[in-house]
């Protein structure tokens, strides 16, 4: 097992880092900005992938894959996508190496340079919809409601695990549409989705909003994204849903025959979660002594541990607990008993701590003899002695109650660190101890980036509930109509 | 709908390319070598990668994701591998684009170049190897059983949709063990479980064996494969699974304390299947009027096609559907009602057997007054008209049936192509007519090699269950121990 986590208190971004690591959930590469995403942290992925999937299939749509390179040309044909977008990225210029003259290995053949070079994807706009240019003929193939799961690229010099990676893996929604309402309507419906997993899955309070200009996706008209309070007091965006206008089926002439017999251009929107939603979840619900985990989510929600002195005692209490386990299995739950012989008892309690498993039975003799079992849970740590019969019932309103608890912690902090402020003063003193700020803005970039430059804080976002309310900007006293979300954000 | 297919008889290799596009499976892309994997085709291989996924689950393996470039220099660790891998490849210079300082758009940034090109993935032994020296240390932390679901590229210059693809997905497992023994073991196993795959759930018969020395997955010691036999009577390799050995634990220095307090080399193994199996389902099964699959893998078992005139007839006709489809789905068969009002009932019928739904039901005022419903099956194109009560029984049996008999035609397909020949006249007649060609053949790479020169046609596998029998090689008249299984393949 792993050596003792730096404490939240003492470097939180220390805390981080060692947890991905110790818990198995991630490390770096040797290759610069990749990750590699261990099996621990992969099964999580996994489920939160088979949750959405099923979520977007309810809502509609269907899975495709489109290429992982783009020609480089396309970039440029939509403006302001190829600013947000073709900079830092993976560029292919050969097709072939060779082996080295010199007898040093394989070295790229000069002679095998493509004519153009390709994109390994930062994003699949451009690909998508000079595909679709050929799907989209009439209002009849409207609505088009696709998603593609697929790892993506963008060129990173400072990279942390699953946060900030060169690679990461995502989905992202592709949706075409015979009016603007429609594809707005689309990219609030997925915003709700998104919403909807965050909180009912991952324990997650985020709040629904809409970006700044500044803000915005590289040729979106608006972007809506969940926003989600960190323990740190940081922000991190978590999903991101974009009303794209017209602008890619301009960029790329896809036109459908309208009702009425005319031509118009098609409605886009596109929407997207990643990986990032890991280092969401961990930091959202966990603590010094590890990984806590929504039992939505976690690979294996109870864990049964044998305390044991001996190979007959061990046989009797293993056999007890694989009992309880087929019992909990039947339930449906994900378990797995902990019989390895090899290892303590308190280094297997320490290891699911850290793992996070939401919901740890453990079995001595004294239990066994008495027909009782020890219930611990993760995210209080705390711990009960209860009848071995009946035990099911139990842990499966036990697991609902940490669901729920999780979120309602997360909620509780949430709304906590959020304040509401008038002035400059009390803008920056709120930056001090961090969490939403809800103040006036003028409306303007130019205010945005100087206060950007200023304190690092950005407009998270313009709540879709906020309310109407004259103010005046905490940084120009200009006129502002309703309050703003700013924080200091990953 | 689309145009009529080519018929196979007329020019087998143009009805395929037709079938994939026109069935909505997959289309090239703009990019060279690159395919886009459309829904229906996608929904398919969905079904496939979630069963295969649930068959390796059940044998021990775990999922997990590395990344997708591989430094150059890893190519060259492992003398056989870089012969074999890494020349056709996309190679990444450069991590930025720029603005064109001549204003046409972006540009590679010459100041961005990688100090170590990348390769995109063709495989990842390599980096997963890499990976492991800090995963393993003792033998306790043996057997390692990793899958990884990923994107790869082979620079290919002459491409077809599915069967050769410059990026395409797969599953590569890689796994670690401590024995060599233990290691073959576990190369036989995955081969059995593809085998179960493609008989059970694609019923395909498929033929198990060992490549050849020349045939061998480079940097293997032993390359077990499926072989499955398509219609035309060229062979289609279904499926690799390879022995290792010790190659890539002493290219990356993965040592192990085993057991008795020693130091010893990794043994590995590796094994995949990957989008190919796309095709070789679609040139098992279909046939002139479209594709058919089998029913297990089809994502619509059955669709329902009202036929009427008037509103009035298709109200009532839909809603006795709908009754039927809501049995069938409760019955936990896949399900689609066609009740669009825009399309001719005859047009429907030649969409769903194009795209291989295997059984359809229609049903008329007459069967609404009747009791009664018209069922079509897909792979015999056979009709009957039954009673529509007790339609679901009807149903599920007779998809079984049609999953039993599509294997059955495909196997006795493959045993009637099949030809055991002794000489070399024989040899070139039999590949006239194509199929398994079982013979004898002196076990020198040299012989392997004129046979292909001469004729194209490769050894496909040593069969696993090939009998000891000496014989004279059909080239050369030398000596052999056993007969071999030639082909002319994909």
Redesign the interface.
Known sequence: MASKLTSREADYSKWYNELVVQADLAQH???KG??????YG??IW?RMKAVLDEMFKETGH????????????Y??KEASH?EGF?????????????NDPDGN??V?DPSAKLEE????RPTSET?IW??YKNWIQSY?DLPLL?NQW??V?R?EMRTRLFLRTS?F?WQEGHTAHETSDEAVEEARRMLDVYADFAEQWMAMPVLKGVKSANERFAGALDTYCIEAMMQDGKALQAGTSHFLGQNFAKAFDVKFATRDGGQELVWATSWGVSTRLMGALIMTHSDDAGLVLPPKLAPIEVVLVPIYKGEEQMAEIVGALKGIADELKAAGLRVKVDDDD?KRSGWKFAEHELKGVPVRLAMGPRDLAGGTIEVARRDTQTKSVVEAAGITAHVKSLLDEIQQSLFDRAAQRTQETTTRVETWDEFNAALETGGFIEAHWDGTSETEELIKKETKATIRCIPLDAKDEPGACIRTGAPSKQRVVFARAY
Chains 1, 2 share one sequence.
């Open positions: 590469s040797d290759v990749c990750m590699v995403i261990k099996p992969f099964a996994e269907v899975n495709a894959y489109f290429p992982l390179f783009i020609p480089k040309s970039f440029s190829v073709a900079k830092e990225c993976a560029v292919v210029t050969h097709y072939r190496l060779m290995g394989v790229v070079e390709l994109i390994v690909i000079n595909t009849r696709i697929a790892n690229v060129w690679e893996l090899s």
